[in-house]
């Protein structure tokens, strides 16, 4: 996004004073919110608050049935879509109906549920706390898999009757999966099957900006970045999305602004629907999340662990123990699939080859070579190379 920054004022003077680039006209999911962007479409949605047991309120979406099968309205099959890091469930439904897993799943006779992650635009609210206090913030991908999987998957089944759902995750939507099937039991039954999209456990390998923020101090990194959020959804990223991104021949340098974070795929990128992804990403975090993908980047080991307080003191109070646990992935039965990319900067392949050997019930796995981080829920083939072997799949699981 910093990239961008250069050519705003330029964009400002010569683009809108003197029509020297064109402007292409913004798709209308761009000032949307997801209740909107689904109902755009022609599908039915439902909006419900989910409450956690620390106190924050999530917003959970739901798409019951689909346009192709609307006259069958009775019990359908769950699936459950949670999104990655620094992203919301808007990346489920930013492509046409035919190019988003959301719709997909919906149109073959799913009900689809779409969580997010407590900190972004639609979870930013807490029964005790003010987003504005430095206490709101204080969690990380530790908390999103105690307390959000937990209470949102037992809020589905309970507003569905299903006692068995299917899990599919992208990214951070993966890492916070493989923490509660593995140390939550009674949750992780309640998985028919775990649909792995770009998996990230460890970060040994990665090349990505995590790694270069892992250099940086935690005393000099909360100084530069603060306690709070981080990367908010805000008024300069709707600007870059309707005034500098859907001007003609800017495209390429949006593109590769974001595919500086994630690995450059131009040939499944669709520049398109670029305004949307910005106008609704990135959708903030905590600063305390990123710095404990951070810590999880620089441990040479290999190790998956939770996040470490800063003395022995207060992981004593958080964990018990004076040392951050690590998480057992071979302790997750759950059956599992996994789809990962070769071009991938965050979920490397060699992190991801280390990963495949600890999961106990792979039940399958592909490789897409040209694939960065974000072809997995926007590349335009992705439907050809995933998300029609997911409808497959989870057509044959019928337990």
Request: glycine share 6%; charged share 15%.
């Amino acid at each position: 996004m910093w990239l961008l920054l250069t050519v705003t004022s330029l964009i400002s003077a010569l683009g809108t004073t003197h029509g020297f680039l064109g402007k292409i006209a913004d798709s209308p999911e761009v000032h949307m919110n997801i209740n909107q962007m689904i109902s755009y479409w022609g599908y039915p949605c439902e909006e419900y608050d989910v409450v956690t047991e620390d106190g924050y309120i999530l917003g959970v979406y739901r798409i019951p049935y689909g346009k192709k099968n609307s006259e069958n309205r009775g019990q359908r099959p769950v699936a459950f879509l949670q999104h990655g890091l620094l992203a919301s469930a808007t990346n489920w439904i930013a492509n046409l109906p035919n190019n988003s897993l959301a719709f997909i799943l919906a149109d073959a006779g799913y009900d689809v549920w779409l969580g997010n992650s407590r900190g972004n635009t639609w979870s930013r609210r807490n029964l005790y706390f003010s987003p504005d206090s430095v206490e709101f913030w204080a969690f990380s991908f530790d908390e999103m898999a105690k307390y959000d999987l937990p209470a949102t998957i037992d809020f589905i089944v309970e507003k569905t009757g299903q006692e068995k759902i299917h899990y599919v995750g992208h990214s951070q939507g993966t890492t916070i999966g493989f923490i509660a099937f593995s140390t939550n039991l009674k949750l992780a039954k309640r998985i028919k099957t775990f649909y792995a999209l770009a998996p990230v456990a460890t970060v040994k390998y990665t090349e990505s900006l995590l790694k270069k923020l892992s250099y940086i101090p935690t005393f000099l990194f909360k100084m530069i970045f603060g306690e709070k959020i981080f990367m908010p959804h805000n008024f300069f990223d709707q600007f870059l999305a309707t005034e500098v991104c859907s001007r003609e021949m800017m495209d390429l340098l949006c593109s590769n602004a974001l595919f500086i974070i994630c690995g450059f795929d131009s040939k499944n990128f669709n520049t398109s629907r670029l305004d949307v992804y910005i106008s609704h990403n990135p959708a903030g975090t905590s600063v305390q999340d990123i710095l404990h993908w951070a810590q999880v980047s620089l441990l040479q080991s290999g190790k998956f662990q939770a996040f470490n307080w800063g003395s022995p003191y207060l992981n004593m109070l958080h964990f018990n123990q004076s040392t951050p646990p690590f998480y057992n992935v071979t302790a997750m039965s759950v059956p599992i699939a996994v789809w990962n990319g070769g071009n991938d900067l965050l979920a490397d392949p060699r992190d991801v080859n280390d990963l495949l050997p600890k999961l106990s019930n792979l039940i399958y796995h592909k490789e897409i070579l040209p694939y960065n981080h974000l072809d997995f829920i926007w590349a335009m083939n992705a439907p050809q190379e995933i998300y029609n072997e997911i409808v497959s799949m989870m057509a044959e699981d019928k337990n």
